[in-house]
């Protein structure tokens, strides 16, 4: 199981960013697809972004266009920037991982991390 450390969580007003990191442990394969699940209400899952280590990536349909994932191979770390975020955003963030984007879509994950909140409030 990959060990995964989350960070930058907080509360924040619509419209504004964050910034979510997440590094996984020394061992992880560098190939693995890396990215962030989210829980909201009624702990429904839904898929936040992913990217693979040579560079493609896969959003989910709610933050197309708002959110941006990159990647550090080297520290095998993964980023999240998020603006113009909404009320909806509402969520705790996990970083997980996954062999492929394939099982990654398909929460067939090979790490989960205990997550972060986010919380989007006037």
């Known amino acids: 199981q990959v060990q995964l450390a989350e960070s930058g969580g907080g509360l924040v007003q619509p419209g504004g960013s964050l910034r979510l990191s997440c590094a996984a442990s020394?061992?992880?394969?560098?190939?693995?697809?890396m990215g962030w699940w989210r829980r909201i209400s009624g702990n429904k899952r839904e898929l936040v972004a992913a990217?693979?280590?040579?560079?493609?990536?896969n959003y989910g349909d709610a933050v197309k266009g708002r959110f941006t994932i990159s990647r550090d191979n080297a520290k095998k770390t993964v980023y999240l920037q998020m603006d113009s975020l909404r009320f909806e955003d509402t969520a705790v963030y996990h970083c997980?991982?996954?062999?492929?984007?394939?099982?990654?879509?398909?929460?067939?994950?090979?790490?989960w991390g205990q997550g972060t909140q986010v919380t989007v409030s006037s």
């Open positions: 020394e061992s992880t394969p560098s190939t693995f697809v």
């Open positions: 997980a991982t996954s062999r492929s984007m394939w099982d990654f879509t398909r929460t067939e994950f090979t790490g």
């Open positions: 990217r693979e280590w040579g560079g493609i990536t």
